[in-house]
């Protein structure tokens, strides 16, 4: 019998289910016409197990998971209201919500008003877990249908900054070399405090009708979660407050910063979660009691878990990590108990556009998915940003050789849940970077990939891997379009420090493996062939003419920049 198909008892030894029996078919015999060479009636085709509605799954004991197949992953939020409210946790999650809108004045009743567009609502319900797994709280979150606003009526900007997360990296990097502490906020009903402008109306939230006003609409006065412009009139209200007290950075406009005095602090701000970094643990206490006057802050402690960010104190610094996002990450993919490997990505196959079978609708957009969880994954995995860059270039039109790396990766991970990005105190502040270039790497249009990786001191606080935008001539051209792009970010780096009034070296340095890129960055002779090279590009011999940047040479081996721009073995991973 085939493996994993059962048997049945009165089967004849070596017959399948569904096989050809004497009752539908001639038995043949050595001496038959058949058997002798005679023409005789065609034999009916047999009948399949399928075609009789008879299935066996295979059960796979080995623990691998078909690449079609996600695990089915039990919910513990309910999705409908009737849902919510048999479950008394819910309900009071629900209540305290209701309470929250209506002291904060959300909202006034007012009569259906004739010809206004009037948007719905709905419940979202999450269970908020701590950095081990366990339940923190029941969220009941009252969201308007936005996707229903129509654009110059109730709505106009939307744009909302938040903090980078090399800005977020390099104020750990500061405040681990400088000794200073590390505060976590969190803003409760944050997009609640938003100010509208525009007049926006939304039927009363499900469950919760007025009694006396049954037919009755809100018109919104302040923001609400789902409107368009919600995040926007947040961050206005937030910026309006920490202005009076804060600059605001020219180089990231969700860091604010003090440096006067006798005292430092920093204030980064992504949406509704807030990092106070300050070398006086009174200026913090200070700064709380101030903005709990005008917000509902919550003081959750020392830093220890942001953005889905794990950051676990050491004895020498810091440690980021992303084991329970990149372990719910496997779950939701089926690949939790996979086989691992070592490397993220074959170091003899190169991907290309044409390679495999085109994946069907569900399946690409299960792929698109999974690769942008994976680009967040690469906010504490610098390892694995090349290979998540090349599987982001098939997004439009992804096949199954796509899907194999896009799984390589994942496997990957799940043998190194628990790397991260170390943080360690440094004696110096030197800003210095690796820079590296694949040239005409990509078969498909012979573009080259451009990396680097900028470090403050000891640290590494930026890193980047992505294909030019233009095809480079020669290696020379390539290698020379990632130094620009090194040079930018460091620029951008030292401006930042300018700005914070930290001390560190003037002249930058940075590493590049090829001579003929670091020559040209200093020589202006090779006009003939070089003219064809962006304009843009010649900043950086400017830098190094006003004596701000230092390019070195380095060799291959000692290159870290070289697993941003191609897959690497796993003796160099390491």
């Known amino acids: 019998a085939l493996h994993g ?14 096989d050809v029996t004497p009752d539908s078919a001639e038995i043949l015999s050595p001496g038959s016409s058949t058997a002798t060479g005679s023409i005789s009636s065609p034999t009916p085709r047999p009948a399949t197990r399928l075609q009789h509605g008879i299935q066996q799954p295979k059960i796979r004991t080995d623990g691998t998971v078909h690449w079609c197949m996600s695990s089915q992953t039990s919910t513990e939020e309910p999705t409908t209201v009737e849902e919510a409210l048999g479950d008394r946790n819910w309900v009071a999650a629900m209540d305290s919500e209701h309470q929250a809108l209506l002291r904060n004045k959300t909202w006034h009743l007012v009569p259906p008003p004739k010809g206004k567009n009037v948007i719905g609502c709905k419940w979202v319900y999450k269970i908020k877990r ?32 938040v903090v980078k997360a090399a800005t977020i990296r390099l104020i750990l990097s500061i405040v681990v070399s400088k000794g200073w502490s590390l505060r976590q906020l969190d803003v409760q009903n944050a997009f609640l405090h938003g100010i509208l402008e525009e007049e926006v109306y939304m039927h009363q939230p499900p469950g919760y009708a007025d009694q006396t006003h049954p037919n009755y609409v809100c018109k919104l006065d302040k923001a609400l979660y789902g409107l368009k412009q919600a995040p926007r009139a947040w961050y206005a209200r937030l910026c309006k407050r920490l202005e009076s007290l804060f600059v605001s950075s020219k180089a990231d406009t969700s860091l604010f910063y003090h440096n006067q005095g006798k005292y430092c602090i ?69 690949m939790n108990r996979a086989k691992a490997v070592d490397t993220p990505l074959s170091v003899s196959e190169k991907l290309s556009l044409t390679d495999g079978t085109k994946l069907g609708d569900e399946d690409a957009t299960r792929y698109r998915s999974l690769v942008g969880a994976l680009q967040y ?18 997004l439009h039109s992804p ?8 799984k390589r990766i994942l496997r990957y991970v799940c043998g190194t849940l628990n790397y991260g990005l170390k943080i360690k ?11 590296d270039a694949d040239w005409a790497g990509c078969p498909d249009d012979r573009r080259s990939t451009g990396g680097f990786a900028v470090f403050l001191g000891e640290n590494l606080v930026s890193w980047t891997a992505r294909k030019q935008a233009t095809v480079s001539r020669s290696s020379t051209e390539a290698e020379y379009k990632a130094l620009a792009n090194a040079t930018a970010e460091m620029m951008w780096v030292q401006k930042l420090l300018i700005e914070l009034k930290i001390d560190h070296p003037r002249v930058a340095r940075l590493w590049c493996d090829n001579l003929g890129a670091k020559y040209l960055s200093a020589n202006p002779v090779f006009h003939a062939r070089t003219k064809h090279i962006e304009i843009d590009f010649h900043f950086v011999r400017e830098q190094v003419a006003q004596k701000l940047l230092d390019i070195r040479f380095i060799n291959l081996g000692d290159q870290l920049a070289d697993g941003f721009t191609k897959a690497i073995p796993a003796a160099k991973l390491r």
Not at 5 to 18: C, I, K, S, Y
Not at 279 to 293: F, V, Y
Not at 399 to 406: C, D, E, G, M, Y
């Open 5 to 18: 198909d059962p048997v049945d008892q009165e089967t004849a030894p070596g017959q399948l289910h569904g």
């Open 130 to 161: 701590r950095a081990d797994g366990t339940i923190d709280k029941y969220k009941a979150r009252l969201v308007a249908k936005g996707f229903k606003q129509r654009y110059g009526i109730d709505y106009e900007d939307t744009f909302s900054p």
């Open 266 to 334: 920093f204030v980064l701000v992504y949406v509704d979660d807030i990092i106070v970094a300050s070398s006086s643990q009174d200026a913090t206490e200070a700064l709380l009691k101030d903005l709990q006057r005008e917000f509902a802050l919550k003081d959750l402690g020392d830093l220890h878990y942001f953005l889905g960010i794990e950051v676990k104190k050491l004895s020498d610094g810091l440690l980021l990590s992303q084991g329970r996002y990149a372990a719910d990450l496997l779950a939701r993919s089926g």
């Open 377 to 394: 994954l690469t906010l504490t995995r610098p390892d694995i940003s090349f290979s998540v860059n090349k599987v982001c270039q098939y």
């Open 399 to 406: 096949t199954t050789i796509h899907w194999s790396a896009v």
């Open 425 to 435: 105190r440094s004696k110096s502040m030197m800003v210095s970077a690796f820079s």
